[in-house]
């Protein structure tokens, strides 16, 4: 299973970004899906994650009210939807699916991750 994240870039303060990340099989369409984010120097961090069917979404307090993610299973594709971007969601963003279909905000939950886009917030 392959995972390719895009849609990164360098946007200023209050602006916005869609991230896209298209699986290569048709499984994963069962799965949940999650996003991640890292910065040089930290961990990764949970950002959002949805179930199988969209029935269940949940986000980090850090971003609850920002980001929206959805996704088109028909496509095989989960976005990230970035709105009020600030400075501290510089990093960057890893799209990840689990073996389960449900929405969970454990990282070692998730199998298989893609390779990563950056995004950069910048006045």
């Known amino acids: 299973v392959q995972l390719q994240a895009s849609g990164g870039g360098l946007v200023q303060i209050g602006g916005s970004l869609r991230l896209s990340c298209v699986t290569s099989?048709?499984?994963?369409?069962?799965?949940?899906m999650g996003w991640f984010r890292q910065t040089p120097g930290k961990e990764r961090e949970f950002v959002g994650t949805?179930?199988?069917?969209?029935?269940?979404?949940y986000y980090s307090d850090s971003v609850k009210g920002r980001f929206i993610i959805s996704r088109d299973r028909t496509k095989g594709t989960v976005y990230l939807q970035m709105n009020n971007l600030k400075p501290e969601d510089t990093a960057v963003y890893y799209c990840?699916?689990?073996?389960?279909?449900?929405?969970?905000?454990?990282?070692?939950?998730?199998?298989?991750w893609g390779q990563g886009t950056q995004v950069t917030v910048s006045s």
């Open positions: 990840a699916s689990e073996r389960s279909s449900w929405a969970t905000t454990r990282m070692s939950d998730y199998v298989y």
């Open positions: 099989a048709r499984t994963t369409s069962n799965n949940g």
């Open positions: 949805i179930s199988w069917n969209g029935g269940n979404i």
